[in-house]
């Protein structure tokens, strides 16, 4: 009796799924159009950055040292005839940096270590600005080891670094951001439309109706829970299938460990959902509680787009609360570098106790009574 | 044994300064078997003590008893026992007749191996077999009930707590409703507790409770109440000059408490039993004639010492005779949703200051007419006109002409009655002394000084009507468009609402009502009655119950009227068919 009520609820849900085409919109369409604009639309990457350069006297040297930053896919230098011109440029925003190279730019001057360049960067966008100067001092660098090299002259370079970048060896922004991204989508799925939809049954007056009838609270909730979870990991798989398939993130880690990883958080979503449901009666404010609580801090506080070490204290110990923290960390370990055992242990632990406290607190308060 | 008892029972919501009592004090023993009614005015606690029964609402004090089980301990074993339909019952609209009977059947814990047999007894019973596919939320508002009815009763129960089954549903399906829950009492062995505003309803019933702010303020067999107020009831015979005049100045006539209209004569009921003393020249010459008491009147009587003086009732109508120029136009009007047809060729005129009613069931094509005729929607095709110009291409200043009172609540209800107001003041432009006088004048009028404070969501539903009507009244329309005003609404309320229409008929004020009331159909000058989006039939009530005579029903009223007139619309279809 027990599951023939709990089955004809999941049919129930199940039905309605298909009829109101909102819901699978939430959970396909919403990951399909989010990958692609943040798989092909953001990036953290500077590429292709206009800047202003001025040279005071034009000498084989300049040619050579404009001609590699020419060449660098990370630059696009546009020449002006003096230092008034490329500063309008900036300010009209048509360049982001002017580069000025005096006219003492000479091989002697750079052998003595001081070769007059004057590098103005738009500090408007702190981000773009520092990465610009780093940039540029890297390449400026690099062009003169070379000259150093050309000349036969050894030029005085005390350390020289011997870089690998682990993970994700070609620096691509997108590598990271997805597997991010799917942490967010998976609250939304999870948190937004299991509220949505049980305050949609308070709005129109069903749930009095079933309220009536000898079903069990944990029916009522189980008769949610399940079919949700199961349109979500849909959707998780959807996720998945395009960042590894469409925009080639590596998945170094196993499938098993990321499904386990993705159910568990899929739970808390869920347990969030519920618990926004028992005190949200209405769809809209059952959507505002769901995009305040859930969705904004999982993409401000999870460590998706903001590293969470550089936040002040106070946010950082927030951040523990946040189901998505653990979750974000373990897709990007998951995708990027493979299973790591402690970091999969500590960061699950943390999603099961939220996950254990949000369903017992839904079910605790969830109600079969209108008062 | 009793179904339900109740011992010093009581319901407080909210706390502090905001609480307010819905149920105080009811002690009460509801016998087994029979078919019980709950009558009683807007928020007198119905719905509340349906609820506590169903076990979704916690009693605040005293002792709850249902099938010898207390509430709200053994709320599970009651819910398995006894079927409640809410009153706005929540039927899942994306899901098909059959896929809602599969639901309420697992839910209930019916053995898939008898279901086809229910499920066939529930479709023959409810004559939906033929929409067994169909989306609930495509069913019309009558076979909702119905759906919604058998869906309480998709297993044998022991008790049934319907709330307001048959509201806003047409004569006929009304009938149907009627004859489903009488089945079900025939056993004996089932227990009917229903909440009604039809008097004629609790009138068939076998008990009836009359609930009043909270308080069982009488109860027994309908006869047992009748009995107590013989000799109070009269019927007066008016005049070629109709019967709404003669309303109007008899419910002035000391020692009256109560004057309806009831086809050509006026039902009169007495404070004390003895014939009223009409002066000469009011009505026929005859003297009021004695009549047996009906439930109605003992309703009216009970609550008369209790209730707010119903209505300021005014000098009174004309019936007919107003004869005012032509102020609402329409001919030809259709208006297509897709491929269905909601308003097919609709042709009438209102002049005037008359009331004019547009009478039917839900999906008649009530609703959409007055929607074109506001200019909220367009028409398909056809020619309407109001105050002269059509509201669909006039400025805005044309708008201001006419209010429009609709058929959902549309006021903010987290809003207090006085905002509400002000609100709607200012939307209509009125400022400074104006506004303040214009407030005033509502909350004189509509006598909404007491629940000033009281966010509207909260007010019972007769004085969220009243609020309603009043913001409509707010810039002193010419026109005044209402959207089933009395739906669900207590015979009380009626009444009131009806002496507020005729005094802003009286004042010039031409009034458009729409309703399913077919009773109320004698409060307008002139109506049409509609089915499926067409007129069947025009004219005064006279006329238009006049057209339904037959041999066999010499008198009709006006709902054996409409029935008639539906009956003989389809065999004209199917003959053209």
Request: aromatic letters at 6%; proline letters at 5%.
């Amino acid at each position: 009796m027990r599951t023939m009520r709990l089955t004809g609820l999941m049919r129930k849900e199940v039905l309605e799924i298909f009829r109101d085409p909102s819901s699978i919109a939430i959970a396909f369409l919403l990951p399909l159009v989010l990958l692609l604009i943040f798989g092909y639309g953001v990036s953290l990457d500077a590429r292709s950055i206009a800047v202003a350069t001025v040279v005071d006297q034009p000498t084989e040297l300049t040619a050579s040292f404009l001609a590699q930053l020419q060449h660098s896919p990370w630059f696009d230098p546009i020449r002006y005839s003096d230092f008034g011109a490329a500063e309008r440029a900036v300010l009209r925003g048509d360049a982001s940096a002017v580069l000025w190279l005096r006219s003492d730019f000479t091989r002697d001057s750079i052998r003595a270590g001081n070769a007059p360049v004057h590098l103005v960067v738009n500090g408007v966008d702190p981000n773009q600005a520092s990465i610009i100067r780093n940039y540029i001092n890297g390449a400026l660098q690099v062009w003169m080891a070379q000259q150093a090299v050309a000349s036969g002259a050894p030029m005085s370079v005390p350390v020289q670094a011997d870089t690998r970048v682990w993970f994700n060896p070609a620096l691509r922004s997108r590598e990271s951001l997805i597997p991010g991204l799917i942490a967010i989508l998976m609250t939304l799925i999870g948190a937004l439309l299991t509220a949505l939809v049980i305050s949609r049954e308070w709005e129109r007056g069903t749930m009095e109706g079933i309220m009536v009838t000898p079903v069990a609270r944990t029916e009522i909730l189980l008769g949610k829970l399940i079919p949700y979870f199961a349109l979500g990991m849909g959707g998780m798989a959807l996720s998945t299938a395009m960042a590894v398939l469409l925009f080639g993130v590596p998945l170094r880690g196993s499938l098993l460990v990321l499904a386990a990883a993705a159910a568990l958080f899929l739970l808390t979503a869920l347990g969030m959902g519920l618990l926004i449901s028992v005190i949200a009666r209405s769809q809209f404010v059952a959507a505002m509680i769901a995009i305040v609580t859930t969705f904004l801090p999982a993409f401000i506080l999870s460590g998706f787009i903001f590293d969470i070490r550089t936040m002040p204290l106070p946010l950082q110990v927030l951040t523990h609360i946040i189901a998505a923290r653990y979750f974000v960390a373990i897709l990007k370990s998951t995708f990027l570098a493979g299973d790591i055992p402690a970091l999969l242990l500590a960061n699950g632990a943390g999603m099961a106790i939220l996950c254990t406290a949000f369903l017992g607190i839904a079910l605790a308060r969830f109600r079969k009574r209108l008062d | 044994m009793d179904a339900v008892v109740l011992k010093d029972l009581g319901k407080t919501f909210g706390k502090g300064a905001a609480a307010r009592e819905a149920i105080r004090d009811v002690s009460l023993k509801i016998p087994a078997g029979g078919v019980t009614a709950l009558i009683g005015p807007d928020g007198a606690g119905k719905t509340t003590l349906l609820r506590l029964l169903a076990g979704v609402l916690a009693p605040t004090r005293g002792e709850l008893q249902v099938l010898g089980l207390s509430l709200p301990h053994d709320a599970l074993a009651v819910q398995a026992r006894a079927g409640y339909m809410p009153q706005r019952f929540g039927l899942y609209e994306d899901l098909t007749v059959q896929e809602n009977f599969d639901l309420f059947a697992s839910l209930r814990g019916v053995p898939y191996d008898q279901r086809s047999q229910r499920f066939d007894e529930l479709l023959a019973l409810t004559a939906l077999g033929p929409f067994r596919r169909r989306r609930a939320g495509q069913l019309s508002g009558g076979m909702k009930q119905k759906l919604g009815l058998a869906c309480a009763l998709i297993q044998p129960l022991e008790l049934l707590l319907l709330d307001e089954p048959s509201v806003g549903v047409d004569p006929v399906s009304r009938r149907e409703l009627w004859s489903i829950i009488r089945r079900q009492v025939a056993g004996g062995h089932v227990t009917v507790l229903l909440s009604t505003a039809y008097m004629d309803e609790a009138e068939r019933c076998d008990r009836v409770i009359l609930l009043h702010e909270g308080r069982v303020l009488a109860h027994g067999t309908p006869g047992e109440l009748r009995a107590r107020f013989e000799g109070h009831s009269f019927v007066l015979h008016a005049r070629q000059a109709g019967a709404r005049s003669l309303q109007a100045r008899v419910a002035q006539l000391p020692g009256v408490l109560d004057a309806a209209i009831q086809a050509e004569a006026v039902r009169i009921v007495m404070r004390q039993p003895q014939a009223p003393v009409i002066p000469a020249g009011l009505a026929t010459g005859a003297a009021a004639k004695p009549v047996p008491p009906r439930l109605e009147d003992a309703f009216v009587s009970l609550l008369a010492d209790s209730h707010a003086q119903p209505a300021p009732q005014r000098e009174g109508g004309t019936n007919g005779v107003r004869a005012g120029d032509t102020v609402v136009e329409v001919h030809d009007l259709c208006r297509n949703f897709g491929d269905f047809a909601a308003v097919k060729r609709v042709t009438f005129s209102v002049r005037r200051g008359e009331i004019f009613g547009l009478l039917g069931a839900n999906g008649a094509g009530k609703s959409t007419t007055f929607r074109m005729l506001c200019g909220l929607l367009p028409s398909s095709s056809g020619t309407l006109r109001v105050a002269g110009v059509d509201l669909r291409t006039a400025r805005a200043a044309a708008r201001a002409r006419i209010g429009y009172v609709s058929q959902k609540f549309s006021m903010y209800g987290s809003l207090s009655v006085r905002q509400n107001l002000a609100f709607f003041a200012s939307a209509y432009g009125l400022r400074g002394r104006d506004r303040v006088q214009r407030i005033e004048w509502a909350l004189e009028e509509l006598e909404l000084r007491e629940y000033l404070s009281v966010n509207a969501g909260t007010l019972p539903l007769g004085y969220k009507q009243r609020l309603a009507l009043a913001c409509a009244l707010m810039h002193e329309p010419e026109i005044l468009f209402l959207d089933e005003p009395t739906s669900g609404v207590d015979p009380l309320a009626r009444r009131e609402f009806w002496a507020r229409v005729n005094a802003l008929a009286e004042a010039g004020t031409t009034c458009l009502v729409t309703t399913h009331f077919m009773e109320e159909a004698e409060y307008c000058d002139r109506l049409v009655l509609m089915s499926l989006g067409e007129v069947l039939a025009e004219g005064t009530p006279a006329e238009v119950r006049r057209a339904a005579r037959r041999p066999d029903l010499p008198e009709p009223t006006m709902e054996d009227a409409f029935i008639a007139l539906i009956e003989e619309h389809e065999r004209t279809m199917r003959r053209s068919a």
